[in-house]
């Protein structure tokens, strides 16, 4: 089944669910019921089917980075050397290890990388340079963009 027709099994009150539940996902099954004019049995029944059919992965506390103590935000492009498979394994694998990254993104273009990482001052990220990510095997280039601001940043899909 593709993505597409995934999508289109989605009523309009299972998206009514995801739009409300994306803007809080701690809402009570009573108030997306009044809000969806659901019973919270039926709301409890659809939100479990939306769970097992992966349209629901986790729920999660979204936390302000900088109340938290980091106080940089990075968007670090790497290049690899090569693309075989063993140094491509190799550097997911470390990258997995690390939990300054926050995203990872494997794109086109000039980087084979995006990283989203959360560092918490200027010698913090010259440690996760030079000492965890310089040293994976197979990087050819790295470029280091610190965020000054966020103008957007939201985890709410747009749902049609």
């Known amino acids: 089944m593709t993505e597409d027709s995934k999508s289109s099994l989605l009523d309009e009150l299972d998206r009514e669910i995801l739009r409300l539940l994306q803007t809080n ?6 108030d997306l019921a009044r809000q969806t004019n659901l019973s919270p049995p039926a709301i409890h029944a659809r ?3 939306l769970e097992q059919q992966g349209y629901i992965r986790q729920y999660a506390a979204l936390l302000d980075w900088e109340a938290a103590g980091y106080d940089m935000m990075c ?4 290049s690899m050397q090569v693309h075989q498979p063993d140094a491509v394994q190799n550097f997911r694998e470390a ?9 990872c993104y494997h794109v086109t273009g000039e980087y084979d990388y995006l990283l989203k990482v959360a560092i918490r001052n200027r010698t913090d990220l010259e440690r996760f ?3 965890e990510l310089t040293p994976i095997a197979g990087i050819a280039r790295i470029h280091t963009s610190l965020v000054l601001n966020a103008v957007k940043s939201t985890t709410e899909l747009p749902l049609a």
Do not use: C, F, H, W
């Open 25 to 30: 996902g701690r809402t009570s099954n009573a």
């Open 47 to 49: 939100i479990k089917r």
């Open 75 to 78: 968007l670090i492009s790497v």
């Open 95 to 103: 990258i997995q290890r690390m939990p300054e990254v926050l995203e």
């Open 129 to 131: 340079l030079m000492d």
